[in-house]
């Protein structure tokens, strides 16, 4: 006598496949936008913790070579000291050297508009151009005119 399979042993069909497949796409579809909308919202938290932390590590450097960084000195003060500093330099101010913003870019430094002025420091956002809304905005933290135009 033959060995006769009944039909719920053969396994899936592959119109069953597909129809798994398509409903995973369809859930896949409404999930992921979701998704990426918060991971780009974490960037922009991750951004301004980072800038928070530059501006510790320059308001600690100044205390030390009672100044700021000029613009072409920039955050690089903050890892290697300047000839007319080295004396009173008393870094490195960051751990594991200046870090990128979330989007793989160096973070913007400008130098204080007043001697008893912040500096501004910040990130062009998703986008990498000035100005922008939502996660492309600009995030700036400091001096009076933060923004870069």
Same mark, same amino acid.
């Given at each position: 006598?033959?060995?006769?399979?009944?039909?719920?042993?053969?396994?899936?069909?592959?119109?069953?496949?597909?129809?798994?497949?398509? =409903?995973?796409? %369809?859930?896949? +579809? $409404?999930?992921?936008? /979701? #998704?990426?909308?918060?991971?780009?919202? @974490?960037?922009?938290?991750?951004?301004?913790?980072? =800038?928070?932390? %530059?501006?510790? +590590? $320059?308001?600690?450097? /100044? #205390?030390?070579?009672?100044?700021?960084? @000029?613009?072409?000195?920039?955050?690089?003060?903050?890892?290697?000291?300047?000839?007319?500093?080295?004396?009173?330099?008393?870094?490195?101010?960051?751990?594991?050297?200046?870090?990128?913003?979330?989007?793989?870019?160096?973070?913007?430094?400008?130098?204080?508009?007043?001697?008893?002025?912040?500096?501004?420091?910040?990130?062009?956002?998703?986008?990498?151009?000035?100005?922008?809304?939502?996660?492309?905005?600009?995030?700036?933290?400091?001096?009076?005119?933060?923004?870069?135009?």
């Amino acid at each position: 006598m033959k060995n006769i399979r009944s039909k719920f042993e053969n396994g899936f069909t592959l119109v069953e496949l597909i129809i798994v497949l398509a =409903i995973i796409g %369809l859930i896949m +579809a $409404l999930v992921a936008p /979701r #998704l990426m909308e918060q991971f780009d919202k @974490s960037k922009v938290v991750a951004a301004r913790a980072q =800038i928070r932390s %530059l501006e510790s +590590a $320059l308001t600690s450097m /100044r #205390l030390d070579i009672d100044r700021y960084p @000029s613009s072409a000195e920039g955050l690089a003060l903050l890892q290697l000291p300047a000839a007319d500093v080295a004396e009173s330099w008393q870094g490195p101010y960051l751990a594991e050297g200046v870090p990128k913003d979330p989007w793989g870019r160096p973070f913007i430094y400008r130098e204080p508009q007043t001697p008893d002025g912040r500096p501004a420091v910040g990130t062009l956002g998703s986008d990498g151009s000035a100005g922008g809304t939502g996660t492309a905005r600009d995030i700036f933290v400091g001096g009076a005119d933060a923004g870069i135009r």
